[in-house]
């Protein structure tokens, strides 16, 4: 069983940055894309940003400000995020895809307020 622990969500004000850490228990090297999602109260989980292989992706309101990266060596995964705003506020969940098989975490709440 794959497991995912994300951590470093906040209370952060607007403008401020944060950065979100998934912990993966196999080689994220075995993972095809990871990603991040989040899902703000009373909407459905979106898509942040995905990275696979040394390609990246962005929705349109993260684009600039949202960075993925990852560390091969401590199988993690990172957001960094920058220049944060109230509709940033949401939980944020880290994923991984591996073809057929998709895996969770727990989720972590970022709020951005002042």
């Known amino acids: 069983q794959v497991q995912l622990v994300e951590s470093g969500g906040d209370l952060v004000q607007p403008g401020g940055s944060l950065r979100l850490s998934c912990a993966a228990s196999?080689?994220?090297?075995?993972?095809?894309?990871m990603a991040w999602y989040r899902q703000a109260p009373g909407n459905q989980r979106a898509l942040v940003a995905t990275?696979?292989?040394?390609?990246?992706t962005y929705s349109e309101s993260v684009k600039g400000r949202f960075t993925i990266s990852r560390d091969y060596a401590k199988n993690m995964v990172y957001l960094q995020m920058n220049s944060l705003k109230p509709e940033d506020t949401g939980v944020y969940y880290c994923n991984g895809n591996r073809g057929a098989a998709n895996y969770w975490g727990q989720g972590t709440q970022v709020t951005v307020s002042s």
């Open positions: 990275i696979s292989g040394s390609s990246t």
């Open positions: 196999i080689s994220i090297r075995n993972i095809y894309v």
